[in-house]
C-alpha cells in the first residue's frame, strides 16, 4: 500500500508542477521572442544512482517524478509591425541586453529610444552592441540584415547578435530574458536581422490547451487514486486488524 501511495503522490506532484508549465507557456502566447518548455520525466530508481537494488524494489518504486523542463528553441513565426525599432532575428541569434543582475539575452527586438538617446528593450535595460549599450543620435534608424545601424545614412553601431553552443544550457529568467553560462555566447554570423518585424512566442495555443486539460484529468485521476488508499484502504486495515 505504502509503494502505491508514494507512486501515486509523486505523480501527482508531477503533474502539479506541469500544470504551473503549460499555464506558463499559455500566459505568453502572445510574448513577443517567448520560448515554451516542456516537462520531462523520470524514474525515480534513475535518482538512486548505482544503489544495488532488488528485483521487488525496482518493481514498486519504478514510477516516474517530474525530471525537468526543457527549453523550445525552435523559431517562432514572425510578424511585420511597421516600427523602425523592432527587430527579429532569423537563425539561431539572441540580442544581449545589460540588466542590473549582468548580460541576458533575448529574442525579444521591442526596442526603443528612452530620453537620452540610449537604445533600450521593453524593460528599459540597454541593449548591447559590440563596443557596449548603443546610443543612437536623433533621426530615422535603419537596420541592416547584418544588424548594422545607420541613422541619416552614418553607421551609428551594430547590435550585438550571438548564439550558443549545442549543450548549452540557458536558463529563462523572467519573461523573455535568458541567462547563459560564462563565455558561451559567440558571434552568430549566419543569424538575419529583419527590420519593422517581431518574432511570435513559439507556443502553440492550441496545442498548450490539449495538453493542459489532459494533465488537469491525469492529476484528477491521482487525487482520487490518494483518497483511496488514504481512506478506503486504511478503513478496510483498521478493520481486518480488530477480528485478529
Given at each position: ?11 501527482l ?56 523542463a ?51 528593450d521593453?524593460?528599459g ?9 548603443l ?110
Open positions: 500500500m505504502n509503494s502505491g501511495f508514494y507512486a501515486a503522490f509523486a505523480g506532484t508531477a503533474k502539479m508542477q506541469a500544470l504551473d508549465l503549460l499555464a506558463n507557456n499559455l500566459a505568453n502566447a502572445g510574448t513577443a521572442g517567448f520560448k515554451g518548455q516542456h516537462e520531462f520525466y523520470k524514474a525515480v530508481t534513475a535518482s538512486l544512482g548505482f544503489t544495488p537494488l532488488s528485483s521487488l524494489n525496482r518493481a514498486i518504486n519504478n514510477y516516474g517524478v517530474l525530471g525537468g526543457a527549453l523550445d528553441l525552435s523559431q517562432g513565426n514572425l510578424q511585420e509591425t511597421g516600427n523602425n525599432l523592432d527587430v527579429a532575428i532569423q537563425g539561431h541569434g539572441f540580442f544581449a541586453v545589460q540588466t542590473a543582475a549582468g548580460v541576458r539575452y533575448t529574442r525579444n527586438g521591442s526596442f526603443e529610444l528612452n530620453p537620452k538617446g540610449r537604445l533600450v521593453h524593460g535595460d540597454p541593449v548591447l552592441g559590440d563596443q557596449g549599450p546610443q543612437l543620435p536623433p533621426g530615422e534608424v535603419s537596420v541592416g540584415p547584418n544588424g548594422t545601424l545607420s541613422v541619416a545614412g552614418a553607421v551609428a553601431g551594430k547590435l550585438r547578435v550571438v548564439e550558443f553552443p549545442p549543450g548549452a544550457q540557458l536558463a529563462p529568467e523572467g519573461g523573455t530574458l535568458f541567462n547563459a553560462p560564462a563565455g558561451a555566447a559567440r558571434p552568430s554570423p549566419d543569424s538575419v536581422v529583419e527590420q519593422g518585424a517581431l518574432e511570435q512566442s513559439n507556443v502553440n495555443p492550441v496545442e498548450g490547451t490539449v495538453s493542459l486539460i489532459l494533465i488537469q484529468r491525469q492529476a484528477e485521476s491521482l487525487e482520487r487514486a490518494l483518497s483511496v488508499f488514504q481512506n478506503d484502504f486504511n478503513r478496510t486495515a483498521a478493520q481486518e486488524l480488530s477480528r485478529v
